[in-house]
Protein backbone atom coordinates (compact mmCIF):
# COMPACT_ATOMS: atom_id res chain seq x y z
CA UNK A 1 0.00 0.00 0.00
CA UNK A 2 1.07 3.29 -1.26
CA UNK A 3 1.02 6.77 0.98
CA UNK A 4 -0.84 9.59 -1.37
CA UNK A 5 -1.30 12.88 -0.88
CA UNK A 6 -4.54 12.19 1.15
CA UNK A 7 -3.36 10.05 3.21
CA UNK A 8 -3.89 11.56 6.81
CA UNK A 9 -1.08 11.52 9.50
CA UNK A 10 -2.75 8.92 11.52
CA UNK A 11 -3.38 6.12 8.67
CA UNK A 12 0.24 6.51 7.55
CA UNK A 13 1.12 6.21 11.75
CA UNK A 14 -0.79 3.45 11.95
CA UNK A 15 0.11 2.04 8.50
CA UNK A 16 3.62 1.93 9.50
CA UNK A 17 2.65 0.19 12.84
CA UNK A 18 1.22 -2.48 11.26
CA UNK A 19 4.42 -3.30 9.12
CA UNK A 20 6.59 -2.50 11.92
CA UNK A 21 4.78 -5.36 13.92
CA UNK A 22 4.71 -7.59 10.98
CA UNK A 23 8.45 -7.25 10.53
CA UNK A 24 8.86 -7.88 14.39
CA UNK A 25 7.03 -11.03 14.02
CA UNK A 26 8.50 -11.78 11.20
CA UNK A 27 11.74 -12.27 12.65
CA UNK A 28 9.76 -14.39 15.82
CA UNK A 29 10.71 -11.42 18.33
CA UNK A 30 8.20 -10.36 21.05
CA UNK A 31 7.61 -6.63 21.91
CA UNK A 32 9.71 -7.09 24.67
CA UNK A 33 12.40 -9.08 23.32
CA UNK A 34 12.26 -5.94 20.65
CA UNK A 35 12.48 -3.34 23.04
CA UNK A 36 15.23 -4.50 24.59
CA UNK A 37 17.17 -4.98 21.74
CA UNK A 38 16.14 -1.60 20.79
CA UNK A 39 17.21 0.12 24.51
CA UNK A 40 13.62 1.38 24.41
CA UNK A 41 10.22 0.21 26.87
CA UNK A 42 7.88 -2.26 26.09
CA UNK A 43 5.45 0.51 26.10
CA UNK A 44 7.32 2.82 23.10
CA UNK A 45 7.24 -0.69 20.80
CA UNK A 46 3.50 -0.75 21.99
CA UNK A 47 2.76 2.98 20.74
CA UNK A 48 4.93 2.45 17.79
CA UNK A 49 3.32 -0.30 16.26
CA UNK A 50 -0.36 1.12 17.32
CA UNK A 51 0.60 4.10 15.63
CA UNK A 52 0.60 6.34 18.26
CA UNK A 53 2.95 8.97 19.38
CA UNK A 54 6.60 8.61 19.82
CA UNK A 55 9.45 9.84 18.79
CA UNK A 56 11.68 9.65 15.57
CA UNK A 57 14.72 8.20 17.53
CA UNK A 58 12.67 5.57 18.97
CA UNK A 59 11.30 4.58 15.73
CA UNK A 60 14.88 4.30 14.38
CA UNK A 61 16.16 2.28 17.07
CA UNK A 62 13.60 -0.17 16.71
CA UNK A 63 14.16 -0.13 13.09
CA UNK A 64 18.25 -0.59 13.69
CA UNK A 65 17.88 -3.61 16.00
CA UNK A 66 15.14 -5.26 12.95
CA UNK A 67 17.95 -4.19 10.93
CA UNK A 68 15.90 -2.38 8.68
CA UNK A 69 17.58 1.16 8.51
CA UNK A 70 18.38 0.44 5.28
CA UNK A 71 14.54 1.33 4.47
CA UNK A 72 15.52 5.18 5.20
CA UNK A 73 17.33 5.95 2.35
CA UNK A 74 14.65 4.93 0.34
CA UNK A 75 12.48 7.20 2.26
CA UNK A 76 14.30 10.18 1.52
CA UNK A 77 17.18 9.98 -1.08
CA UNK A 78 20.42 11.78 -0.79
CA UNK A 79 19.72 15.15 -2.69
CA UNK A 80 21.69 15.27 -5.62
CA UNK A 81 23.49 18.64 -6.73
CA UNK A 82 21.60 20.51 -9.62
CA UNK A 83 23.57 20.80 -12.95
CA UNK A 84 24.36 24.88 -12.30
CA UNK A 85 25.40 23.65 -8.95
CA UNK A 86 28.06 21.02 -10.24
CA UNK A 87 29.23 23.95 -13.17
CA UNK A 88 30.17 26.01 -10.11
CA UNK A 89 32.15 23.49 -8.30
CA UNK A 90 34.00 22.34 -11.44
CA UNK A 91 35.61 25.74 -11.63
CA UNK A 92 37.11 25.77 -8.08
CA UNK A 93 39.13 22.54 -8.77
CA UNK A 94 42.76 22.94 -7.88
CA UNK A 95 44.81 24.70 -11.02
CA UNK A 96 48.49 24.15 -8.92
CA UNK A 97 49.91 22.14 -6.57
CA UNK A 98 52.17 23.65 -3.31
CA UNK A 99 55.51 22.34 -2.67
CA UNK A 100 55.49 20.26 -0.17
CA UNK A 101 57.18 21.75 3.44
CA UNK A 102 60.45 20.21 2.47
CA UNK A 103 60.29 21.95 -0.91
CA UNK A 104 60.10 25.39 0.49
CA UNK A 105 63.46 27.49 1.63
CA UNK A 106 63.22 28.23 5.13
CA UNK A 107 61.86 31.46 5.65
CA UNK A 108 64.58 34.29 7.06
CA UNK A 109 63.38 35.25 10.79
CA UNK A 110 62.12 38.67 10.76
CA UNK A 111 63.71 41.63 11.88
CA UNK A 112 62.78 45.42 12.47
CA UNK A 113 64.07 47.96 9.97
CA UNK A 114 66.19 49.32 13.14
CA UNK A 115 67.84 46.49 13.53
CA UNK A 116 69.43 45.59 9.78
Keep these: ?14 EL ?9 AQDLTQAQLAAQAGV ?3 TVERLENGESSTLANLIRC ?5 RLAGLDALLPEPQPN ?20 GRSAA ?9
Design 63 to 67: LRALD
Design 83 to 102: PVSVLKLRGKTRQRARPTAE
Design 1 to 14: MKFGPLATDEFITT
Design 108 to 116: KPWVWGDER
Design 17 to 25: GHRLEAERL
Design 41 to 43: SKR
